[in-house]
């Protein structure tokens, strides 16, 4: 094989390995937009006191509680609610993954942000690790709304993924 034709062949196995790695990165785009998709209804709970031996049923009741009252969003039914992770063995609680039934719209911008005073309980949108964005990220629509909780601890949600999504399905232009 002369220097020409190997120079060639190897420029060929370089354009192969280029589409290659452009096909990569769009596949892997692709699976982190459908984990997104697929976690649209999943709210993340930090913050929320854990009892030792607690039952995934006392976690809801914990959640329901939360939601209807101290965040004012009425009963939405939670098709399934659980600690992530081992059990810590300091006093820190787990996050808490909760999925809502039938409710793709979680509008509680409207209610306001309230401030908190002691040991926050955040929530935020459950995304993939490749499509989350810091919390202090409120511009472009994004929503946030606390409430005070029994012990002075505070509730916040906050979103920016899937306002697109919302406002495309109801067939409204979408800001770029």
Same mark, same amino acid.
């Given at each position: 094989?002369?220097?020409?034709?190997?120079?060639?062949t190897l420029?060929?196995?370089?354009?192969k390995k280029s589409e290659v790695e452009d096909?990569?990165? #769009?596949? #892997?785009?692709?699976?982190?937009?459908?984990?997104?998709?697929?976690?649209?209804?999943?709210?993340?709970?930090?913050?929320?006191d854990e009892t030792p031996n607690e039952t995934w049923e006392e976690t809801q009741m914990k959640i329901q509680h939360l939601m209807r009252?101290?965040?004012?969003?009425?009963?939405? #039914?939670?098709?399934?609610?659980?600690?992530?992770g081992p059990k810590y063995t300091s006093?820190?609680?787990?996050?808490?993954?909760?999925?809502?039934r039938n409710h793709t719209k979680l509008v509680i911008h409207e209610q306001g942000e309230r401030t908190a005073q002691t040991q926050a309980v955040s929530t935020s949108p459950a995304a993939s690790v490749m499509t989350v964005t810091p919390a202090a990220t409120f511009a472009g629509g994004a929503a946030s709304v606390g409430a005070v909780t029994g012990a002075g601890a505070v509730a916040s949600w906050e979103a920016s993924a899937g306002i697109e999504d919302d406002q495309r399905e109801e067939g409204q232009e979408v800001a770029a």
């Open positions: 094989m002369t220097l020409i034709e190997e120079v060639t420029k060929k196995e370089l354009c096909k990569f990165i #769009q596949l #892997q785009s692709h699976i982190d937009y459908q984990e997104d998709y697929s976690r649209r209804n999943n709210l993340r709970f930090d913050g929320l009252d101290k965040l004012e969003m009425g009963v939405l #039914q939670l098709e399934r609610v659980h600690r992530v006093t820190r609680p787990r996050t808490v993954d909760a999925r809502i």
